[in-house]
């Protein structure tokens, strides 16, 4: 079953990992990740916000304070929490804030949820290491959040895999150019 076919409603496996990537708009930032091995899938939706059950008119308004989001549920075996934070530095530009390139909003700000308090401190060192980095090509300062994961809320159906359902599809995402180390 390839990652693109799988029920987005039922819980993962027990021995899989996940965690929450917000770099604009969701199309672009899920299929950030669909080449990689050790992938199980992706599902976007949204979290960090304050609104109880939101969907994708609430979260445009802005009033929700909620981001749209990438869940990447994977088997840290085969793809390390340093490869994907590679692709979350490198896929977007985090200097911005509440906007990737035309997409304007809160709910398009760089963010990264996790719901393993252990995983915040590696987090924010990556953060840290990638802003030398952005330093080095005269950026200015990271603005992704680094929090504890509430809620996620599911996306409506047609928001899942859209940009494998439509291959041309709108993506604004464009990284800094920086690497990160």
């Not at 308090?117 to 959040?145: H, V």
């Not at 940009?163 to 599809?169: A, D, E, V």
Request: net charge negative; with cysteine.
């Amino acid at each position: 079953m390839s990652i693109f076919d799988k029920d987005l409603t039922i819980d993962k496996p027990s021995h899989l990992s996940h965690i929450f990537f917000g770099m604009g708009c969701f199309w672009g930032a899920e299929r950030k990740f669909w080449q990689l091995d050790g992938l199980y899938t992706t599902a976007v939706g949204y979290a960090g916000g304050h609104t109880k059950d939101p969907n994708y008119e609430t979260v445009c308004n802005g009033d929700t304070g909620h981001a749209e989001v990438v869940k990447v549920i994977y088997d840290q075996q085969i793809v390390s929490l340093k490869q994907l934070l590679k692709i979350f530095w490198e896929s977007h530009d985090p200097t911005q804030l509440n906007r990737q390139g035309n997409d304007i909003g809160s709910q398009y700000r760089s963010i990264i949820l996790s719901n393993n308090s252990n995983e915040i401190e590696p987090l924010q060192d990556s953060k840290k290491k990638f802003q030398i980095e952005l330093d080095k090509l005269s950026y200015g300062s990271i603005k992704t959040e680094i929090v504890i994961l509430d809620k996620f809320y599911l996306a409506e159906d047609y928001h899942q895999k859209y940009l494998h359902k439509n291959p041309n599809g709108y993506c604004g995402l464009k990284g800094t150019g920086a690497k990160y180390p």
